[in-house]
């Protein structure tokens, strides 16, 4: 047999055997030195080949280098551990994609959203970029009336606002509907220029509005005693303090009894830290002034109703006993993985 295939071959068989003995990563290195290298047994069996004159036995060794590559990786990524061509293990479980969830605020409106859907209100978005008319003036809140500086507002300009609270929705409701009976709960985003722990410039309300034939207080009162009982628990209470706005004759702030020391405002004695005086205050509520009916298209005299502002991050935070507001719009994903 040709000498020179005898030297391929006794090169494979030293590979071989020399493959099959290494333990470790440097091994390898010196093996792929001493076949591959520039001065290593395969260069030094092409260097014996006459120059063109043998292409068969050229294409042999360049056969035998690629087997000697081929194994050489092959060992290398099983040090590495890393899977080879040839084998894969189907059944290693994937990287598992992270899942997110609804933000805190989000899950509140949807959970009072639900709660009024469930008493036959509609849930409506009015605009949160809005013209003084329903705003305010609209609102029986005429200019340089004392009530608007009751709210720090942002202008657009002198007359478009970002709406402070969600009141501008009952006008709109009203020219929505033309008559009786109205029945909504409008979510959305309101602003005022305030920034503590219990407030954002940005803050979400819920605004409801009741207008039909021969609505009275007492309708207010079922309604609000719902929804503190659904919402924060079954044995909580609620009350009415009177009180002023514009908008509303007469007018109410309403309180719900505290879930610490249930409205007694005291625990073992002491005066209670949440509430000092057995009650948290959730929100203005009152029968629509007539002049607002007229101003949305309707008869007063033919129809009464009850409106409530409340706020989400308010209820949310008498509900939670969250430290500090500001977290909830910090974007943290340490803070809102926790909800
Ligand atoms: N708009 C009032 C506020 O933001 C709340 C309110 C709504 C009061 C509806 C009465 C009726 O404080």
Redesign the pocket.
Known sequence: MDTKLTAIQTIQGEFTLDLKQVTSLAQVDLLSTRYLGKHGQINTLFKTLPIKSDPQTGRKINDLKSVIETKITEKINQFLSLPTSTTFDVTTPGTPTPLGSLHLITQAIEEIENTFLSQGFVRRRYPEVETDWYYAEG?NIPPDHPARD??ETFFIDQDIVLT????NG?LHEMELKKAPPIKMINIGK?YRRQIDASHTPMFH?F???VVDKDINITHLLGITEFFAKSYFGSDRRTRLRP?H?Q??EP??EIDVSCGLCNGTGLIAKNACKVCKSGWLEL????M?HPQVLKNGGLNPDQCTG??????VERVLMMKTQLPDLRLVYSDDIRFLKQF
């Open positions: 609102l009751d709210q402070a609270h969600t009141s009952q309101t309300q605004e409801g509005l009180h706005f908008f509303t007018s109410f929100g203005g509520a009152g629509v009850f409106a409530f502002g409340w706020g």
